[in-house]
């Protein structure tokens, strides 16, 4: 058995990670903005590859693999069985997205309805009372919190897979109600304060609970894709590994920002006896929220002809093995249009409503199409990315997927809400990639011709370090994940803030 690496230096690498807070350039990329608008506009919507929670349950049991029965329904049931993993090695192969999603995970639902509403909420919340209630249910922040200008805000939680096991160990000795139950976790918490307490009570225990149903999800892909490759050293590095990553993010809506602003105004300026709105805001208000500019992740302005103007989350790779994400959940946030501004946050009015377009705002590059597609699933679901990690250790047979999120054009006032486990190899991992295709990837990055790609693919290739120059033989994963860091968001990085 491995032992669990040195994980001191997780939050260290983990608070300028690029997959989730990256940094916009401040050089425009000149894509012009009719033709990004249109290109968005006229995305294709990509309705990822899905297989069933029964049917993922079979194809990573080893019964279904190794029975011997001649019988004809069971001879049916094993052909069914090899044409859904054969879908799920092109949804996350080369052929495919590098995506696929799966449905009817019991549970998950009230989960996630439990939980992804608590991401505005804390973001939105007061600092101090925000940070209280963080430590008391052992959650920490990988993204700056005290610009009030932020595009996102995330609260995370590493998730153990000791802990993992005592819960599945837990759930057949107990049954499935055992995982849900409130009255133990308002024991563990220790609640002091009711008034906003009560929100909060099942925070940390509902997020460990999902967390640990998306990691058996992400363990059970990796048992049927080493199945197929005939390896099994996916499924062994996540469980070296130790611990996955939780994080729920909030995706603001600039009503978010305005929100922040005035706090943090009223904080700042008690000493003004009119108490007036920050004048910058009153102005966004009084014109209507879809004026208001559009902020990278340090509240810096970005320009509208870049590609990047109209994203909650910059283009990027995952670099761990597989990231399971929650469908994702959206609030509408309104005020009352005789609201006074004195009186305007006190009335605020939110409540949960589906995508406007019928998608996630999840985007990807899909190379085989060359083209940006919008991932469409159904809100039960939960979506399994490919990161590079995966797509190394694989030898090039599961493919990373490139993707951003968009914000909801014309929707100013609509947030998003989602949980993501980020599932990696252990830090002290060793690529090893003497028999890995980093030539064809390089020739690939630096000899496709110009006529082969849009103005959009071209564009997104300038601020994405290329994998060949951030992966050498030899390299840990600790020493991976620093380099991509550096290349990404560094003092030079492609993304870094200038």
Not at 71 to 99: C, H, N, Q, Y
Not at 120 to 125: E, N, Q, V
Request: glycine share 6%; charged share 25%; hydrophobic share 35%.
């Amino acid at each position: 058995m491995s032992q669990c690496p040195n994980v001191t230096s997780y939050w260290a690498c983990s608070r300028s990670n690029p997959l989730l807070s990256p940094r916009s350039s401040s050089s425009s990329l000149q894509v012009p903005i009719r033709e990004r608008d249109r290109a968005m506009e006229e995305a294709e919507v990509l309705e990822l590859y899905e297989i069933q929670y029964s049917d993922l349950m079979l194809l990573s049991s080893t019964i279904s693999s190794s029975s011997s029965s001649s019988s004809s329904s069971l001879f049916e049931e094993t052909d069914r069985l090899k044409l859904i993993s054969r879908g799920v090695m092109e949804a996350l192969g080369p052929p495919g997205p590098g995506l696929l999603s799966i449905s009817g995970v019991p549970d998950a639902s009230t989960l996630r309805q439990d939980l992804l509403p608590l991401a505005r909420s804390l973001a939105l919340l007061n600092p101090d009372e925000r940070k209280r209630i963080l430590k008391e249910h052992n959650l920490g922040s990988d993204v700056p919190l005290k610009n009030p200008d932020r595009s996102v805000s995330s609260f995370a939680m590493q998730l153990r897979y000791a802990q993992w096991l005592e819960s599945v160990q837990s759930e057949l000795s107990h049954g499935v109600d055992s995982l849900v139950n409130p009255e133990q976790d308002h024991l563990e918490v220790h609640i002091t304060r009711e008034s906003q307490d009560i929100e909060f009570r099942n925070l940390g225990n509902t997020f460990r609970k999902l967390g640990f149903i998306m990691m058996d999800l992400g363990l059970r892909i990796a048992q049927i894709c080493d199945r197929a490759i005939g390896e099994q050293e996916l499924e062994q590095s996540l469980l070296d590994s130790c611990v996955a990553k939780g994080r729920l993010i909030h995706y603001h809506s600039a009503l978010d920002n305005i929100i922040l602003n005035e706090a943090r105004s009223k904080k700042t300026a008690k000493r003004l006896a009119n108490g007036r709105r920050d004048e910058k805001n009153s102005i966004r208000y009084q014109h209507g929220l879809s004026e208001g500019p559009n902020l990278d992740t340090n509240g810096n302005e970005v320009g509208s002809s870049g590609i990047h103007s109209n994203l909650w989350q910059q283009w990027h790779y995952d670099y761990g093995i597989f990231t399971v994400l929650t469908a994702p959940f959206f609030i509408s946030s309104s005020f009352p249009q005789a609201t006074e501004p004195n009186d305007l946050f006190s009335v605020c009015c939110d409540e949960e409503c589906p995508s406007p377009s019928g998608h996630t705002y999840l985007q990807i590059f899909y190379p085989n199409k060359n083209n940006v597609c919008m991932v469409k699933v159904s809100a039960e679901s939960f979506i399994i990315q490919v990161g590079e990690s995966a797509d190394i250790i694989s030898k090039g047979k599961l493919r990373s997927a490139l993707h951003s999120v968009s914000r909801a054009a014309k929707f100013e006032s609509l947030s998003r809400q989602a949980f993501v486990v980020f599932l990696q190899p252990a830090w002290n991992k060793t690529f090893s990639i003497s028999d890995y295709p980093v030539r064809e990837i390089l020739e690939e990055e630096t000899n496709l011709s110009i006529k082969e790609r849009n103005q959009i693919n071209q564009e997104i290739q300038k601020i994405l370090p290329p994998l060949s120059s951030r992966l050498k033989d030899g390299m840990t994963f600790a020493e991976f994940s620093r380099e991509t860091t550096k290349q990404y968001y560094g003092g030079s990085g492609l993304q870094s803030n200038r």
